[in-house]
């Protein structure tokens, strides 16, 4: 079975610190995600890596940044916290897209609750 | 743009009731589609999925049939259980790897 973990399930920060979210996945998937949920609003994708320190932004970019130094790790660091990035915080990861691969299946974790006071 | 729209909830419904779970899409071509569940404090997993039209996705007594024509992929299942209360998110896949996701709906299931 896949198993993607992430670090906390709760954490409290302070407004204007530094928070690191930590995800790891054992099944040497190439993509990673991570999204937000927030409810009536769905899961807003915020970063997406295909690979070793690449990274593309998704949907909701701004206030977040994110390392993959290690296949199986994926960071999502928020510079500086804001009340507004109180949220749920979901990691997913999944194999590469292949035209002839019926799956394009996402693995999720556990998720973060996140409160920023 | 691509998009995924689901009935809100909440749902109740009586143990053994008859489920029903709206979903349409817009897309451009024909995307992959999934229904995720989201048990209460856990991530998302994948409940079922359908590549192509006129496929139908099962698992754990769920049913859905990827229509085209009238683009929707909508959750059934004959008799609910209490076990089956969570929120269950619909999803397709839009090019190579993003996700779209609707908004989710809660199911809660009364004994």
């Known amino acids: 079975d896949v198993k993607v973990t992430q670090s906390s399930r709760y954490l409290v920060k302070r407004t204007g610190e530094k928070v690191f979210l930590e995800c790891v996945q054992d099944?040497?998937?190439?993509?990673m995600f991570w999204y937000r949920q927030d409810p009536g609003l769905g899961l807003r994708l915020i970063y997406f890596?295909?690979?070793?320190?690449?990274?593309e932004k998704g949907d909701i970019p701004e206030g977040y940044s994110v390392s993959r130094e290690k296949k199986e790790r994926f960071s999502l660091i928020l510079e500086s916290a804001s009340t507004n990035q109180t949220s749920m915080y979901l990691c997913?990861?999944?194999?590469?897209?292949?035209?002839?691969?019926?799956?394009?299946?996402?693995?999720f974790g556990a998720g973060t609750r996140l409160s920023v006071l | 743009g691509n998009s995924v729209t689901q009935m809100e909830g909440p749902v109740t419904l009586s143990e053994e009731a008859f489920l029903t779970i709206n979903c349409t899409y817009t897309?451009?071509?024909?995307?992959?589609l999934f229904w995720y569940v989201q048990y209460p404090g856990e991530g998302l997993q994948l409940l079922l999925k359908a590549t192509k039209a006129d496929d139908k996705g099962s698992n754990k007594g769920f049913e859905a049939t990827y229509r085209k024509e009238t683009t929707s992929f909508h959750l059934e299942k004959g008799s609910v259980q209490v076990s089956d209360s969570a929120v269950y998110f619909c999803?397709?896949?839009?090019?190579?790897?993003?996700?779209?996701f609707g908004t989710g709906t809660r199911l809660k299931v009364l004994a």
């Open positions: 897309a451009t071509g024909y995307p992959s």
């Open positions: 890596s295909y690979d070793v320190k690449m990274k």
């Open positions: 099944m040497d998937h190439e993509n």
């Open positions: 997913a990861s999944s194999l590469a897209y292949r035209e002839s691969r019926t799956k394009n299946i996402q693995y």
């Open positions: 999803a397709g896949i839009s090019g190579t790897y993003k996700y779209i």
